[in-house]
């Protein structure tokens, strides 16, 4: 029987380094091995085969706790979760005042619930090969657990390493934090070995205009709605989702084919609403609606 939301939430609020270690534990004896039971999983590419009607999807989180506790309450996740998949895009940690329990609580919702909980990777758990900045997550673990946060966080670095940068439904959605590469098409080729496609996976914006130019952000690309439209369309696919921009809970653009979600509030982005998208699974896809939005407050 899983643990109820309130408790996950109430453990997530004080958890202990050898509780968080065992939670990380956890999630990677899961992505090494467990998740086999219920995805396709390779080379950091997971294909959703859906059995369920709704499917939830949550953006950046960035530390925000409070708004991502007051969200799952608002949706009842316990009773939802029956029937739904919840999907996060990444970026759990960096930047925002409460980052070890928002990794916390959806390390807990993994672990009560490995065949319903997707974590995908976000450029804010980097490859060792690819710093991110601002990365103030090891130094909030050194400030709350000493010199074991130093190890706490070479456990987080193992896991991330191990996480989905991209799942997707077989001619239905695709999912993953940043933007579809530039130069490659085909989704089975942008695996963790090809490194220039998964750090446009984990980096990469879109614009409203064709062709694509390097980013602002010093690392990927931003992509255009005819880079956008050519990877849909090769791959069977209907539209994209996708977080990594502060928005007001969320912004449909690319002539309607990409859904940017944002699911957290406050400095240093100051936007006003957070949002979680609910996708009808067993509907006839017909572009993303507002009434498929969950904003927050």
Not at 90 to 116: C, F, N
Not at 127 to 137: A, Q
Not at 180 to 185: E, G, I, S
Request: proline share 6%; net charge negative.
């Amino acid at each position: 029987m899983p643990i109820p939301l309130k408790y996950i939430i109430s453990d997530s609020e004080k958890v202990s380094p050898s509780v968080l270690r065992d939670l990380i534990e956890y999630a990677i004896r899961y992505f090494k091995d467990e998740i086999h039971q219920y995805y396709n999983y390779k080379d950091g590419i997971l294909e959703i085969q859906v059995d369920l009607p709704y499917i939830y999807v949550f953006g950046d989180i960035h530390g925000d706790f409070d708004t991502l506790k007051n969200i799952l309450t608002r949706i009842r996740f316990d009773d939802i979760v029956r029937s739904s998949l919840i999907i996060f895009l990444g970026d759990y940690i960096d930047r925002g005042p409460k980052q070890i329990e928002s990794i916390t609580l959806v390390l807990y919702l993994l672990q009560e619930y490995p065949d319903r909980v997707i974590l995908l990777r976000g450029n804010h758990e980097p490859p060792k090969w690819l710093p991110v900045y601002p990365h103030d997550f090891p130094g909030v673990l050194r400030v709350n657990f000493g010199r074991e946060g130093d190890e706490i966080y070479r456990y987080f670095m193992e896991l991330f390493q191990l996480m989905p940068h991209i799942a997707y439904i077989r001619n239905g959605l695709v999912f993953l934090h940043g933007g579809v590469p530039v130069n490659v098409l085909d989704i089975n080729e942008m695996g963790w070995k090809n490194r220039d496609a998964f750090i446009q996976i984990l980096w990469n914006d879109p614009i409203d205009e064709d062709g694509f130019y390097p980013s602002y952000r010093g690392v990927g690309y931003l992509f255009g709605t005819d880079i956008a439209r050519r990877f849909l369309e090769y791959n069977g696919f209907k539209g994209l989702v996708r977080g990594h921009e502060p928005v007001d809970g969320y912004r449909v653009s690319q002539n309607g084919c990409t859904l940017t979600l944002f699911t957290r509030l406050g400095p240093p982005y100051w936007n006003s609403k957070a949002g979680v998208y609910r996708y009808s699974v067993e509907r006839v896809f017909n572009g993303f609606k507002e009434e498929d939005i969950i904003l927050y407050p």
